[in-house]
């Protein structure tokens, strides 16, 4: 039971290269989200799914883009890596808005 | 702007001590509280969660006292093992929003 899971778990970009992040759960879960991760400041939401088909921006967007491919996968892309950019990056799905968000092992993400 | 504050950020605790986090917001919306536990390495884990019609919640050594007036929650793991060492995040989510709320974290080591 793979759950959520996550490619690359690290990556060294340059500054100004562009990647992407993939996630894929295998719940059958409905929602899907992306959380960057940084010291002391918990994890702050990126960019959510709450349904195949739609996306909406969270707290921190800026400098990222998603696609929900399919009910099971959802992509994060970084169209010009920025250092600011560095930081732990998790996946994560729930069945609905309303219950349990289960994480991917995160992907740590270096740009210099 | 949503907000849950956490304290303490870190927390130093012998063998079978009790461990005490809080927690607390202001949206009055939110209506799910789950406590997520992080390990090294990996990416954070469902470990208890509690919705605002009870007031405690208890599995094994760990129980979430909650106090909807003060707009507070608080973890309590009971007989604090060294294997308990790890960041706890608490989090909360509301029927309107789409994502979770997430806590700056509580780094707990407990000492043999």
């Known amino acids: 039971n793979a759950g959520v899971t996550q490619t690359p778990k690290f990556q060294v970009l340059k500054t100004g290269q562009s990647m992407t992040l993939q996630c894929a759960q295998d719940?059958?879960?409905?929602?899907m989200y992306w959380y960057r991760q940084d010291p002391g400041m918990g994890l702050r939401l990126i960019y959510y799914s709450a349904s195949e088909g739609t996306t909406d921006k969270g707290e921190v967007p800026n400098g990222y883009n998603v696609s929900r491919l399919n009910k099971r996968e959802f992509s994060l892309r970084l169209e010009s890596a920025a250092p600011s950019q560095t930081s732990v990056y998790f996946c994560?799905?729930?069945?609905?808005?309303?219950?349990?968000?289960?994480f991917g092992q995160g992907t740590r993400l270096t740009v210099v | 702007q949503q907000q849950v504050k956490q304290s303490p950020q870190s927390l130093i605790v012998q063998k079978g001590g009790i461990s005490i986090i809080n927690c607390a917001y202001e949206n009055t919306a939110f209506d799910y509280f789950p406590w997520y536990q992080q390990f090294p390495g990996k990416g954070p884990a469902l470990l208890i969660a509690i919705r605002p019609d009870v007031s405690e919640k208890k599995e094994g050594r760990f129980t979430i006292s909650f106090n909807k007036s003060a707009k507070q929650f608080s973890l309590h793991i009971m007989d604090s093992q060294p294997g308990d060492s790890a960041t706890y995040f608490c989090?909360?989510?509301?029927?309107?929003?789409?994502?979770?709320?997430f806590g700056p974290g509580t780094r707990l080591s407990v000492l043999p």
């Open positions: 719940m059958n879960h409905n929602s």
């Open positions: 994560a799905s729930s069945k609905t808005a309303n219950t349990e968000a289960f």
């Open positions: 989090a909360a989510r509301d029927n309107y929003g789409q994502n979770f709320v």
